[in-house]
Nanobody
Framework: QVQLVESGGGLVQAGGSLRLSCVASGRTVSSYTMAWFRQAPGKEREFVAFTSRSDGTTNYADSVKGRFTINRDNAKNTVYLQMNSLKPEDTAVYYC?????????????????WGQGTQVTVSS
């Protein structure tokens, strides 16, 4: 099973940018559909973006489309989430997740492995 470790979170002003990293060990990320989810206080975990293992297809939640970009670097065994034009409502703990199936999914329960999360706080 793959182990995932996120980093790159922090405090940023509205309109700013952050890049989150998710480093995998144990298995290569090229074997997985990789995704980012987030969970704000008092809310359920929600889908942010995924990149498929088969052809690199990406998909985004409507709330982040045009502002966030997911990409992977298989040589570094790392998946990134570039977040631009951040808003206070983007404040959450962001989680990296891996799904061994080649079928992509927006549902958190279909992901096999999770990182510990990294906090992103956007001030107004």
């Amino acid at each position: 099973q793959v182990q995932l470790v996120e980093s790159g979170g922090g405090l940023v002003q509205a309109g700013g940018s952050l890049r989150l990293s998710c480093v995998a060990s144990g298995r290569t990320v090229s074997s997985y559909t990789m995704a980012w989810f987030r969970q704000a206080p008092g809310k359920e975990r929600e889908f942010v973006a995924f990149t498929s293992r088969s052809d690199g297809t990406t998909n985004y939640a409507d709330s982040v489309k045009g502002r966030f970009t997911i990409n992977r670097d298989n040589a570094k065994n790392t998946v990134y989430l570039q977040m631009n034009s951040l808003k206070p409502e983007d404040t959450a703990v962001y989680y990296c997740a891996a799904r061994s199936s080649s079928f992509v999914s927006r549902y958190s329960f279909q992901y096999d492995s999770w990182g510990q999360g990294t906090q992103v706080t956007v001030s107004s």
